[in-house]
């Protein structure tokens, strides 16, 4: 009976794309169209390569657009003539991470910049090196492709910009994903799907991301989508196109960037849970979906793999590399990822000291830290910004508490979830330990975890729902309002950093 | 539901307000001086891991001086103490929370009324848990920067001296406007009217949003 209840209710959910565009709210979409707005405003208000790694992301892309091969390791690790014209002329390397400096400011070295990016034009060599992107995958760079070929004939300022719009774009879909995700884990209260998406739409780091050009910006859509298809799994249980469509997530994610793989293993166990209980409802019949998502999932990898041994090289040189470089006992890069998220255990040695990760790196990092993440708030910022979180986090603790009965029946999902973020968090952990203790937190950025921002938003939709029926739409307006001014903020900031 | 629009209409008023009065009537910082390091920036070596205290003598803090920007890298700073020491006297003290990038720091003092020299600019950090690299100019040994007795660095530190400005940021958009339209695709102002426009627009969306899905 009850077999039979769930097949139902999984084929009666069935739809056509467009069908399941149509039933997305208005809601959503307005959402979605801050998120771009906004991360349009921050493409516009950061100066050309002043956020972390972009010049490297667009060599990846001239490489790729212009000759159809990526950047390889062996070429030498020098910008092509026409970007490193352009970084020179706009003074990138005086501007990046110091805070005094400010982007140019004459007509005469705009004309200068101009007239130079004109007579430095260049076409790509055959074999380039895109410095640290060289390793990364090339989905997101064949997407970024298209805006650098539509404007080929625009300057190299021109085209970083059209980039930096298609970024925009996937920005938007983050905030698409996050709200149907919210729709499918926290059913019920309407109006907290939009507070939690405009605390993403409107987050500044979010939006700052999503107006460069970083494959970060591909990575935190793909996520949210993924989110999204888990949650509908858990909710309505996986059907063939939810499978194809929850695969196909994973296997984009793998073809984005290589820091998904901190991703995967949650993502998969959360498949093996559905499929322990298409198993328990089902039997054989309940393993199909699942197995269907995790064929999809896992067909990057094993492209890459195969790839890799037909042109005889070492499938896992990058993974075998990584471990070679791991350095310290087990205990110490267990003790070092601790720390490196959460205040040090009695007796452990001390590996961040002077500094509390939590508040400082991540914390801070989440408040804002922009640019190449030499452009801070002053002081008072943070103060002000941990008052608010420690409200929000009553808020989330109050409605938690009325609504324990419901997660303990969501075990499985939860524990999904957790594994995703853990993956995640460890993958960065043991990134930055392999530069430890020469670079103490390399990976210590907080644009690192805007992946499980979807996560973040359920805190604030559930942190809405805490004040409430009767005050939860005031303290919702308050949120978004204050969602709005912190990245308003962000945004004057920057101004002042780099125009001031 | 009434309360939903109050609640807007008076978190939108105050957001105002507080953008208008609290960020864009303040003056930003200036550059008032620059030591003699303040030229070509190259390393200088690196700092240690526990009790660093690098000092630079014969310099001159200028009167208005509020801030002091040294130039250090770090990816995540260490908490820092600067003191401005004449002779024996301290005569500013100052810090800066751990937590900063860059290949500077920049740590507020008490306003120092009239301009002293010489004096000597020390930059203390008890704990850290990466060396900073020091940035300045290559001199002797003798007017080089040292990290404890007889530890002369490469050179001298290049040291900025911040004071509040004259203008606030509401007369200085004009300037700031025509600035964030260089060094850009298509530059021009428009691009600074053209970020307005997106927020205001953003702002109208979260506005109406707002009404509708809250307002229940």
């Known amino acids: 009976m009850y077999r039979r209840k769930r097949t139902t209710v999984a084929r009666s959910r069935a739809a056509t794309p467009w069908r399941v565009i149509r039933r997305v709210p208005a809601a959503a979409w307005v959402c979605t169209l801050v998120a771009v707005l906004n991360a349009a405003s921050w493409s516009f208000i950061v100066p050309p390569f002043q956020v972390t790694d972009e010049p490297d992301h667009f060599a990846y892309v001239k490489q790729l657009a212009e000759t159809g091969n990526g950047p390889q390791l062996s070429a030498p690790n020098t910008y092509g003539p026409e970007e490193f014209y352009a970084l020179k ?24 910049l101009e007239v130079g990016l004109q007579t430095h034009r260049s076409p790509a060599s055959t074999t380039g090196n895109a410095g640290t992107a060289t390793d990364e995958p090339p989905l997101y760079y064949a997407l970024e492709s298209i805006p650098y070929t539509l404007d080929l004939s625009g300057n190299l300022l021109e085209r970083l910009q059209l980039m930096r719009l298609l970024s925009a774009l996937l920005g938007g879909l983050t905030a698409l994903f996050t709200f149907l995700f919210l729709r499918e884990a926290l059913p019920g209260v309407r109006w907290a799907w939009t507070v939690g998406t405009l605390g993403v739409a409107l987050s500044p780091m979010f939006a700052m991301m999503s107006g460069a050009v970083n494959p970060d910006a591909m990575l935190f859509a793909v996520s949210a989508a993924i989110f999204y298809c888990l949650s509908r799994a858990f909710r309505c249980g996986l059907t063939k196109g939810s499978a194809i469509a929850t695969g196909a997530s994973i296997a984009i994610g793998f073809a984005t960037k290589l820091s998904f793989l901190g991703l995967a293993p949650g993502a998969f166990l959360a498949l093996a849970i559905l499929a322990t209980r298409g198993w328990r409802t089902a039997g054989r019949q309940g393993l199909r979906a699942p197995a269907i998502a995790a064929l999809i999932a896992a067909s990057p990898a094993v492209a890459y793999v195969a790839a890799k041994v037909l042109t005889s090289r070492h499938p896992f040189a990058l993974a075998t590399s990584a471990i070679h470089d791991l350095h310290g006992s087990l205990l110490n890069r267990a003790n070092y990822i601790w ?87 460890a993958l960065i952990g043991l990134s930055s330990y392999l530069v430890y203790p020469q670079k103490f937190a390399e990976y210590g950025q907080v644009r690192y975890l805007l992946p499980l921002l979807p996560l973040l938003a359920v805190i604030f939709a559930l942190a809405a729902r805490g004040a409430g029926r009767r005050w939860g739409p005031t303290a919702a307006t308050l949120i978004v309002i204050l969602f709005f001014a912190h990245d308003l903020f962000g945004q004057l900031q920057t101004i002042a950093r780099f125009y001031g | 539901m009434k309360r939903v629009r109050i609640t807007l209409a008076l978190a939108l008023a105050i957001g105002l307000a507080v953008v208008v009065v609290a960020v864009l009537s303040e003056s930003p910082l200036t550059v008032i001086a620059k030591n003699d390091a303040a030229g070509m920036e190259t390393s200088l070596g690196w700092t240690k891991i526990t009790d660093t205290r690098i000092c630079q003598e014969d310099e001159t803090v200028p009167g208005g001086t509020i801030a002091i920007r040294f130039s250090l890298y770090a990816l995540t700073g260490p908490p820092v103490e600067a003191s401005v020491l004449y002779g024996d006297r301290t005569v500013a003290l100052g810090e800066r929370g751990s937590g900063w990038t860059g290949a500077s720091v920049t740590v507020p003092i008490r306003e120092v009324a009239r301009s002293i020299s010489p004096v000597t600019l020390c930059l203390a950090a008890t704990t850290t848990a990466e060396p900073m690299q020091v940035l300045g100019t290559y001199t002797g040994r ?30 200085l958009t004009p300037y700031v406007a025509r600035h964030m339209g260089l060094g850009r695709a298509w530059s021009g102002t428009w691009v600074a009217v053209l970020v307005l426009a997106l927020m205001l627009a953003g702002l109208g969306l979260i506005s109406a949003l707002v009404l509708r899905e809250f307002d229940v």
């Open chain 2, 142 to 171: 003798q007017t080089a920067a040292y990290e404890g007795p007889g530890e002369a660095l490469g050179g001298r530190m290049k040291i900025v001296y911040l004071g509040r400005g004259h203008d606030s940021w509401l007369s």
């Open chain 1, 89 to 112: 002329a706009l003074r990138y390397t005086s501007i990046r991470l110091r805070a005094g400096a400010a982007a140019i400011f004459s007509e005469a070295e705009q004309h200068d």
């Open chain 1, 339 to 425: 720390q490196l998220y959460l205040p040090r255990l009695p007796g452990t040695r001390n590996d961040f000291p002077g500094l509390s990760s939590t508040r400082q790196i991540w914390f801070d990092g989440y408040v804002g830290k922009f640019g190449w993440l030499d452009t801070a708030f002053p002081g008072w910022v943070y103060t002000t910004a941990l008052v608010v979180a420690v409200a929000i986090a009553g808020l989330l603790l109050h409605e938690l508490v009325a609504s324990r009965a419901s997660l303990r029946a969501r075990a499985g999902e939860l524990a999904a979830y957790a594994a995703i973020s853990l993956g995640m968090m």
